[in-house]
């Protein structure tokens, strides 16, 4: 806990350092055209179409 406190007053914030996050597995500017070509696609084709797994049930 002290530790903690140190380090909050040192860097005035004790919030937590926020990380790098993953790079996205869909490129959103194909997504988008993808959906405007095919506007009748069920979300069982859609991932298919981009390589990833579907997580609906």
């Known amino acids: ?11 005035d914030s004790c919030f937590p350092k926020r990380l790098g996050g ?4 869909i490129n959103l500017e ?6 405007k070509k095919i506007q009748d ?9 981009f390589g990833v797994q579907s997580i609906t049930g």
């Open 1 to 11: 806990m002290e530790n903690w406190n140190r380090k909050c007053r040192q860097e």
């Open 22 to 25: 993953s790079e996205k597995k």
């Open 30 to 35: 194909k997504l988008e055209e993808y959906v």
């Open 41 to 49: 696609t069920t979300l069982k084709k859609a991932p298919q179409e």
